[in-house]
């Protein structure tokens, strides 16, 4: 994919459903009692290896573009998969599905792509283990035997909502209470569907408290558009003078939205108009116009509001006056690709300044980037972040093996073209 510098972002734009809400409304509604009518569901790559998974399960789900519907089968109405379970690129599914399958009586076994076969899953092996789970191996393939659960009080070593519910799905299935007390709040789309769906589920700040269940009830789900896709585009305008683009429909739920908080450190001017609660979400359109951008800090519990975001605010901090330190981002090591050494090479190939440190990068921005052949290694936010690099840089750019973008976001290189 060629991406050429481009003179403006004006205009109004729609990015397509939120990833992690996408794959929780099709998980949760596969083990609802009733029919789940999703809209807005994200046709992407990962999400559909999670239909694919409950299909296998006996579960009827029908896909009309972005119009889903599940035909619940209740907490324990899943049936056991005729062939290993096959969860592509996607950690979430992989992740998730652990937490589902570890109390069923029936056993199961995962594997996904090369990345995800190199993705750590000791990380929900291990609390899984603590509540009675038999799970064989810390890397997929995993071996799963379905038996009784129990509750545990867990301390999580890690920010990470996805194992976070792992534990609080397999919590539906043990036989006692199961707290669960995260080191930074992460994202909490579960908690909240769950919760709509009737879960007997208490969240005090930090520390999240499940009891086992008998029935969960189907609720309808209108996905909002996700911030981590809204971010290119932001991004797109915020670089690029003379922009002015309304991003439209864009879930801003707390646990999600540093990106804005860090771009208002940036000195961006970016409006929120409209804020309603969809569903349970704060949902929001965003105006955003070209700014001066100078240099900041991110660290600490904003790290996990906007883990998916850094490689796109990493390429901001390039273009921005000042420095931007990076710090507590370890996790990106554990991502689709590495993507904290991705990064630092990616930007340095452009001509950026920057430095890798143990747990994230100094950048000194405000430097002339320009354009460069990059490889995406099969990374969506990278091929997205650095497109959005060669927009804003001088000359061309060459993103090889782009089409990764289909994980998250098919439309993504079509709606660039609609900025220019
Ligand atoms: C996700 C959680 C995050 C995020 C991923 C989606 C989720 O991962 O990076 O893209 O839907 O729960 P971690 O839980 O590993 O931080």
Redesign the pocket.
């Known amino acids: 994919m060629v991406i050429q510098k481009i003179k403006k972002a004006v205009g109004q734009i729609k990015v397509p459903g939120d990833?992690?809400i996408s794959?929780r409304a099709v998980m949760l509604g596969s083990l609802a009692n009733g029919v789940t009518e999703i809209s807005g569901f994200l046709n992407g790559a990962d999400c559909l290896s999670t239909i694919d998974c409950f299909r296998k399960m006996g579960i009827d789900i029908d896909i009309n573009g972005e119009n889903v519907t599940v035909h619940g089968n209740g907490l324990r109405g899943l049936k056991k998969p005729d062939e290993m379970l096959y969860t592509g690129n996607s950690?979430?599914t992989t992740r998730l599905l652990c937490g589902i399958l570890a109390g069923q009586n029936f056993d199961t076994s995962i594997t996904g792509d090369a990345s995800i076969q190199k993705r750590p899953m000791g990380r929900v092996v291990k609390p899984l283990s603590m509540m009675g789970a038999k799970i064989e191996n810390e890397y997929c393939p995993l071996y799963i035997t379905g038996t009784k659960l129990h509750g545990i009080d867990y301390k999580m070593p890690v920010?990470?909502?996805?194992?976070k519910?792992a534990i609080i799905l397999a919590g539906l299935y043990a036989d006692g209470e199961t707290v669960i007390h995260e080191i930074e709040k992460?994202?909490d789309h579960t908690e909240l569907m769950l919760s709509a769906m009737g879960a007997d589920l208490t969240v005090d700040n930090l520390d999240i408290t499940v009891k086992p269940t008998n029935d969960l009830t189907a609720v309808n789900v209108d996905v909002p558009g996700d911030i981590s896709s809204a971010a290119y585009f932001i991004a797109a305008a915020l670089l690029i003078p003379g922009s002015e683009l309304l991003i439209k429909n864009v879930g801003i739920n707390p646990t999600r939205d540093g990106i804005l908080k860090v771009c208002a450190q940036m000195n961006a001017d970016i409006q929120v108009l409209n804020p309603r609660v969809q569903c349970g979400e704060d949902v929001a359109d965003l105006l955003v116009k070209h700014s001066s951008l100078k240099g900041t800090v991110i660290e600490g519990a904003l790290i996990?509001t906007l883990?998916?975001e850094l490689p796109v605010l990493a390429v901001l901090a390039a273009f921005a006056e000042g420095t931007t330190m990076i710090r507590d981002a370890q996790?990106l090591k554990v991502?689709e690709s590495n993507r904290l050494d991705i990064m630092v090479h990616h930007l340095s190939a452009m001509g950026a300044d920057v430095v890798p440190t143990e747990d994230g990068m100094i950048i000194t921005g405000g430097k002339t980037l320009y354009g460069a052949v990059l490889d995406s290694h099969l990374d969506h936010r990278i091929a997205m972040a650095f497109a959005i690099a060669g927009m804003a840089a001088e000359g061309e750019t060459e993103i090889a093996r782009a089409d990764c973008v289909n994980i998250s976001y098919p439309g993504f290189y079509k709606d660039l073209e609609k900025l220019a």
């Open positions: 990833k992690s794959h950690g979430t920010a990470s909502a996805q194992v519910t992460s994202r996990p883990i998916d996790e991502k």
